[in-house]
């Protein structure tokens, strides 16, 4: 679902540390661009991410798709667009002292920092707000999963993430006050 | 190396072509270049003063093979069901919404879907080319045999249902039915004021399963919420061909675990290789025809005298449709 990026064309330069005719580079450059773009296709060509049986869920899914897809594209201008001038993450482990955006798009655009697949997404919408909260599974990997509850906020701009809180889904589930263990039957939506 | 040259433009062609096409739109048709700009953004924006075409159809969906193929994975389906519709709750409030006439939306949607273009959706026609068919010669024939009614009122004056709630509901009704049969549907449709426990509205807005009720193994049963507690979740419009937004939702949403029903009765058979029944994947896409009523919303069925928005269905063949004679996407 979440394929790594496709390689890089480093293409060499006619008349430079070149030993081959030019026109030869050119067939190449050609071939090895076609390759370079079947890699893409065959990203792109993934299934998405977003598929969920509700309506509201459908949408913060895409949501959620293409903010990992603006972090795996590496463009801050891209991701930047999904966010609220005034976002910030709060991470579990330290709640008074937020990453900043700036902070946080720099991050995102490390390698890696993107792969990693949204699960169990449940949708709640209020007004012109919106809360999807989810388990970020590795895609590749041994991290530990995460889970994130994102605040949504709707604008005539388009949706922007206002907040995310994240935390470790690690750890046996006791002591959490309040929870109940109910039963479930298997079902499909 | 003119050929390797050759076949690379080709290629190239193809490939680019690919990257648009998936680019533009997923499965579902959803546009992924574009941020959906509300969560009920199929609702139609209305102009009382403008013509009834002003506003925003529903979402038409993709009209490629599903990226996914759906197969069977050895289990039956289910042919001519009987249809128990178990209204729970009160059915019967000056809400607009969980009303008799409300009721009437969905009895008269279940009593004309037999046979319909909508059903044969799940058949071999000249447009699908296969139906559904599983195990021991079984095969979803696009009819429904009876429908039944009954109002159930409340569970020891529950309203919010665990699983095992829902379960004794369908366990209390057949009861009075003599015991279930596995020839049945049983659907629990619940009034507004009532919430399933387990994720109605933010997991999910209906489900369907199967599991032993009495002493009778393989009942198949499933749950629909009244859409009206959460429309920008479970209802594709927020204004309805039957003027009950709830129940127009719910019709949908009936529809969709009606043929993942008769298609994967006992979750074991048409699913993708990712667990999507047929249902799923049309999910929330209305076809490119719809029409509009008087009152300014959106359907793409029509069903006797009453029009409805159904989602799409899923055909055998991996391909969405809302009418599978006409082939209508």
């Given at each position: 679902m979440y394929a790594r990026r496709p390689p890089l064309f480093l293409g060499e330069r006619c008349g430079q540390t070149v030993l081959k005719p030019c026109a030869s580079l050119a067939r190449r450059r050609v071939l090895a661009g076609t390759l370079a773009l079947l890699a893409a296709a065959a990203v792109s060509a993934q299934p998405a991410a977003a598929q969920h049986a509700t309506r509201a869920g459908q949408t913060l899914s895409e949501l959620e798709a293409q903010l990992l897809q603006a972090a795996r594209a590496s463009d801050p201008a891209q991701l930047g667009?999904?966010?609220?001038?005034d976002f910030e993450m709060i991470v579990a482990q330290a709640p008074t002292a937020p990453v900043a955006r700036e902070d946080w798009v720099a991050a995102m655009r490390q390698r890696g920092a993107a792969d990693w697949v949204v699960q169990g997404l449940s949708a709640r919408e209020f007004g012109e707000a919106a809360v999807a909260a989810f388990v970020l599974r590795a895609a590749h990997g041994q991290a530990a999963p995460l889970y994130v509850v994102d605040t949504w906020q709707h604008s005539a701009a388009g949706w922007r993430l206002v907040v995310r809180h994240v935390a470790p889904a690690t750890g046996p589930r006791k002591g959490i006050p309040g929870d109940v263990q109910t039963p479930a039957v298997q079902k499909k939506y | 190396m003119k050929t390797l040259f050759g076949i690379s433009l080709l290629a190239l062609g193809v490939a680019v072509t690919g990257t648009a096409r998936a680019d533009q739109h997923d499965e579902n048709g959803v546009d992924k270049g574009k941020i959906h700009h509300r969560l009920n953004d199929g609702a139609p924006e209305l102009n009382?003063?403008?013509?009834?075409?002003v506003g925003h159809a529903l979402t038409a969906g993709s009209t490629a093979t599903a990226s996914r193929a759906i197969t069977n994975h050895g289990g039956p389906v289910m042919g001519t069901p009987d249809v128990h519709l178990i209204w729970y709750g009160n059915w019967n409030q000056a809400n607009g919404s969980d009303t008799l006439a409300g009721q009437q939306i969905v009895q008269a949607f279940m009593g004309s879907i037999s046979g319909s273009p909508w059903m044969k959706i799940n058949t071999a026609t000249a447009v699908t080319g296969k139906g559904y068919t599983g195990s021991g010669g079984s095969s979803v024939s696009g009819n429904v045999a009876t429908v039944h009614n009954a109002n159930f009122g409340y569970l020891n004056g529950s309203k919010s249902l665990t699983d095992a709630n829902i379960a004794t509901v369908v366990s209390n009704y057949v009861a009075t039915q003599g015991g279930a049969t596995t020839n049945a549907i049983y659907f629990v449709l619940t009034s507004s004021d009532v919430t399933a426990s387990s994720g109605f509205c933010t997991q999910y807005c209906g489900w369907h399963t199967q599991g032993t009720v009495g002493s009778v193994a393989n009942v198949k049963y499933s749950f629909v919420g009244n859409a009206n507690r959460c429309l920008a979740s479970c209802a594709p419009q927020t204004n309805s061909p039957n003027g009950n937004a709830g129940v127009d939702g719910m019709v949908s949403v009936l529809a969709h675990e009606l043929v993942e029903t008769l298609s994967d009765p006992q979750l074991n058979a048409w699913y993708d290789n990712q667990g999507a029944e047929n249902g799923d994947k049309c999910a929330w896409t209305f076809g490119g025809a719809q029409k509009v009523a008087a009152n300014g919303s959106f359907y793409n069925v029509t069903l006797g005298t009453r029009n409805y928005a159904i989602q799409r269905n899923l055909a055998a063949n991996s391909k969405c449709y809302v009418d599978a004679v006409t082939g209508q996407q």
């Open positions: 667009a999904m966010l609220d001038a | 009382p003063q403008a013509p009834a075409t």
